[in-house]
Structure formats: structure tokens, C-alpha cells
């Protein structure tokens, strides 16, 4: 299926991405074959397992030690009560998400300043939690970050980030986001929903983000951008189609023509059940150690990336899927900059930034309007 139209280096580069967004320290599936007792190390979805001091590696030391770290410093918030976790300079490549669940455990009380108790002095009160994670090297982003429903402030700063799920968009309370200094080319489109919320705001730049052409850009005069103004529309790229095993489509109209049903396709719907019985990573291992056919290896890195982050979200009809089968870039001009301690937008430049789109099938992009 696919094999005539296939554009071998995109889906390679493709896999690539895929595969170090989850598992930063394995690269292909050969070296993930051969290392895979160091990928192990790098999984921080399992649970880290106590060095042996007899058999612990310079490495692995290194690592116990600084997740003790991260360990102390979230046992003191919960401790104290404390909103404020800062993880920020701690020379981590990932942070557990055992750790970060514990998070999700926080609890803080009102100050009793009078003598005057009633029971509402002892009740919870709602947590807003801000997370500092800046200046370190994590690659992949801590999958458990999406669970933390009370987070508001999220910092990942000098990192070295390449994949931002379009989870992030789903955490009902965050208002303030800082992925500067990571190696994003893109942001998930349904980020631009963050920007319906009042008191959000965004700092993306510097990122190597994806360039727009010059041609494609309408004269704007980006000076002009002024406090609550909505994202901007401001160019996208020509949607790149894919078949049912991801392979990528060449332009050809009439096979669109013949193909543009919803119906999804026997091996999406394989896929689904296999993250359901949470199977992936067992035949994802079985396929990049030489067991299955190679046309699997990149619907299996798909099927991974959802398992960790949750399905992709059809950015036209909102069916949820695994594999794309329609993705392209649209640049958006965005307020990035944060607001001051009165509401006011400090005055740093607009950005342009690229967004990724997503789509279930070919028959959406169609009614969109594009040209395929
Ligand atoms: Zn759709």
C-alpha cells in the first residue's frame, strides 16, 4: 500500500522525529536494538530501578543522584504546601513521571490569621501550581506534565525540546507557557485555543521554527499588534498527504479523488485496539528488532507517541486517530510576550510562528478548501 508513492527520506526524517520525541537517547531502530539497555535508562514512564553500588555504571549514578534531587525538592512543597516547584538548573535530561505524579498530591490551606475558626479554615484551597523546569536537557516532554490539572505556570526554558503534545492545549488552568531555547520547528495547532483564555500567555521564541517564505507573507505591519487581539492568520503550506501505513503520498489528484472517504482504514483500527491493551511498546521492540515488516515501524512510532501524550485530535472534524492521513503548517502572527504585574503586555516584538496541523482523512482537508 503506498509503496510507488513513497518519499522515503520525508518519512525517515519523519520516524526520526517521532522516535526522539519519546525516546531522546535511541535514534534508530538498529542503535534502540543494540542499546536498548540504555534506552531502558532513558524510559522515565518505568519506574527507575535502585543502582546496585557493585554494578552501578558512572551514568546511572550520576542519574540516582539527581532524581534523589528532584525528589527532595517535591517532598519539601508537599511538605510546605508550596505552589512554586522549581526544577530549574538541575543538569536533568528527563524527569521521572513517578516524581511528577506526586505532585498531583498537593494540597494547600488557608493562613489562619485570627482566632475566629470556623470549618472553612481548615479546607483545602485551590491549588496553583507552577512548575520551573528551565536550563536543563530534557529532550522529551515528561508525558505526566498532562495530568497536572492545577498546574498555571509551566516553564521549560533552555531545554532541548523538539516535540511540544497537543495535550498541553487540554490542561484547564494554565495561563503562562515558556518554551524559549528548545529545538521546536513547530507548536501543535491546538495550542492556538490557550489564546482564548484572558490571562494566557506565551513565550515561544528563540525555537529553529519552520521559516515562511517571504513570498507567501502579506505585507503586515507587526508594530500594530495591540493587547487581546486574536491570533492572526498569516500563511500555510501545501497539506502533505499520507496513506493508511503513513507512507507520504506524491501529488497525485486523482488518487485523492478516489480515496477521500472517512472510513478509517483496518490498520488504524489495529493500532487502536493494540494502545488499548497497551501492547504498543512490546510490538514497536518486536519491530525495530527485525520481527515485523518494516512498513509497521512508523504506524508503531505513531501508535507510541499517542499512547504517551493521547491521541492526535483531527484539527477539521475532532475524531481522535493514530495516524495522520492529511498535516500541514499554518503561521500564525501571535501576542508571545508575557503580561505585566498590571495586565499589560510588555513590549517585546510580535512572533510568526508555525503551527502543525493534523487531519483523520482526506475527504476533511478537502472541505477545507485546500488544493491536493
Ligand atoms: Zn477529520
Not at 492526535?312 to 472534524?317: G, K, P, R, S
Request: proline share 7%.
Amino acid at each position: 500500500m503506498g509503496s510507488e508513492g513513497t518519499d522515503t527520506s520525508l518519512e525517515d526524517d519523519l520516524l526520526e522525529e517521532l522516535r526522539s520525541a519519546i525516546h531522546p537517547a535511541a535514534g534508530d531502530a538498529e542503535r534502540r536494538a543494540s542499546d536498548s539497555k540504555e534506552a531502558e535508562d532513558d524510559d522515565v514512564s518505568k519506574p527507575q530501578p535502585l543502582p546496585q553500588p557493585e554494578h552501578v555504571t558512572a551514568e546511572a549514578a550520576r542519574k540516582a543522584s539527581l532524581y534523589a534531587a528532584v525528589e527532595d525538592v517535591i517532598d519539601r512543597c508537599l511538605e510546605a504546601g508550596h505552589e512554586t516547584v522549581d526544577l530549574s538548573s538541575m543538569s536533568l535530561d528527563s524527569v521521572p513521571n513517578e516524581s511528577l505524579r506526586r505532585l498531583k498530591a498537593l494540597t494547600k490551606h488557608a493562613m489562619i490569621m485570627n482566632t475566629d475558626l470556623t470549618q472553612m479554615s481548615y479546607s483545602p484551597i485551590e491549588v496553583a501550581l507552577q512548575l520551573y523546569l528551565s536550563n536543563n536537557t530534557i529532550a522529551a516532554f515528561p508525558s505526566e506534565i498532562l495530568n497536572l490539572i492545577s498546574l498555571r505556570v509551566l516553564s521549560l526554558r533552555q531545554n532541548r525540546l523538539t516535540h511540544i503534545p497537543a495535550a498541553l492545549a487540554r490542561l484547564p488552568h494554565l495561563e503562562q507557557l515558556n518554551l524559549s531555547g528548545n529545538q521546536l520547528q513547530h507548536l501543535p495547532y491546538e495550542m492556538l485555543r490557550l489564546h482564548d483564555r484572558e490571562r494566557f500567555s506565551l513565550i515561544a521564541t528563540p525555537n529553529p521554527f519552520a521559516e515562511l517564505e517571504s513570498s507567501k507573507a502579506p505585507d503586515l505591519n507587526l508594530g500594530d499588534y495591540r493587547s487581546g487581539r486574536a491570533p492572526l492568520l498569516v500563511a500555510q503550506s501545501t497539506p502533505t498527504l499520507f496513506y493508511a501505513d503513513a507512507s507520504t503520498v506524491k501529488p497525485d489528484v486523482n488518487v485523492v479523488a478516489a480515496n477521500s472517504g472517512r472510513v478509517p482504514s483496518l490498520l488504524e483500527l489495529a493500532l487502536r485496539k493494540c494502545k488499548d491493551l497497551q501492547g504498543v511498546a512490546e510490538m514497536d521492540d518486536w519491530c525495530c528488532t527485525g520481527g515485523g515488516p518494516s512498513s509497521l515501524k512508523l504506524p508503531l512510532a505513531l501508535a507510541q507517541q499517542t499512547a504517551a501524550y493521547g491521541d492526535f485530535e483531527c484539527t477539521l472534524c475532532s475524531r481522535r486517530f493514530v495516524v495522520p492521513r492529511v498535516q500541514w503548517l499554518e503561521w500564525w502572527n501571535v501576542p508571545t510576550w508575557p503580561r505585566s504585574r498590571h495586565g499589560l503586555p510588555r513590549r517585546l516584538p510580535p512572533a510568526i510562528i508555525p503551527f502543525l496541523r493534523r487531519g483523520c482523512s482526506w475527504a476533511c482537508v478537502k472541505e477545507l478548501g485546500h488544493v491536493v
